[in-house]
């Protein structure tokens, strides 16, 4: 199956820094998510990206898909941005998602 | 975004009784759903696809018969974790996908089983 691999692993930011994920994936996908999931488990969806840039607020990302790989960018972090970020890609054979194996992220007040 | 509701949120159960795990697509119709697990400080396994009307489909090694799954309606598809033993303690979220084949996925809360 189609591997999915996340950097860093662990970050650690102070209040304000900007950062970048990094999602590089094995083989084509049909679809790219990003998601953050919250201290109390849910995920919630950041971007629903099989290629381009987009953005909502302090957070962007861009996916090339034919260089297979995916950079999510939070800029001004904030303390409630901490949590693990997992991407997840669709394999072209079919709808499931695959996860990474995220990056946490700890913001520092 | 859609919204997808799973209940309950927390359960402890006994070894060797049966938990129900429900997932509703509040807003859309989802013919596809997926059950993942997430054990402490780990990613999410994919455990089955769910298709509304359909049989299950699961993922290697994980077990038809511990782990029923129905999907008898678009906006509903259950877990249920029969015989619970300890070792299936875990994190379980349900997904339900907005488009027919392929689309963007949606996650309920998760569900927190412990089995003493």
């Known amino acids: 199956g189609i591997q999915v691999e996340q950097s860093p692993p662990d970050l650690i930011l102070q209040e304000g820094a900007n950062s970048t994920l990094r999602c590089n994936f094995s083989?084509?996908?049909?679809?790219l998510q990003w998601f953050h999931q919250n201290p109390w488990g849910q995920l919630i969806n950041l971007f629903y990206?099989?290629?381009g840039t987009k953005q909502n607020g302090r957070l962007s990302a861009t996916t090339v898909a034919t260089e297979r790989y995916s950079l999510l960018y939070i800029s001004s972090s904030q303390t409630t941005d901490s949590g693990v970020y997992f991407c997840?890609?669709?394999?072209?054979?079919?709808?499931?998602?695959?996860f990474g194996e995220g990056t946490q992220l700890t913001v520092n007040p | 975004g859609a919204v997808v509701s799973q209940h309950p949120s927390r359960v402890i159960c006994k070894s060797g009784t049966s938990v129900k795990i429900e997932c509703r697509s509040l807003d859309f119709q989802a013919t596809t759903m997926f059950w993942y697990r997430q054990f402490p400080k780990q990613s999410l396994m994919l455990m089955a696809t769910s298709n509304e009307g359909s049989k299950a489909t699961y993922e290697q090694g994980v077990e038809k018969d511990k782990f029923l799954i129905n999907h008898a309606s678009l906006t509903l598809s259950t877990l249920t974790v029969t015989s619970a033993h300890p070792e299936d303690s875990s994190f379980y979220i349900c997904?339900?996908?907005?488009?027919?084949?392929?689309?963007?996925?949606?996650f309920g809360e998760g569900s927190r089983l412990t089995v003493l």
């Open positions: 997840a890609v669709e394999e072209t054979s079919g709808s499931r998602l695959t």
């Open positions: 083989d084509s996908v049909n679809n």
């Open positions: 990206i099989p290629s």
């Open positions: 997904s339900a996908l907005q488009g027919v084949g392929t689309g963007e996925l949606f």
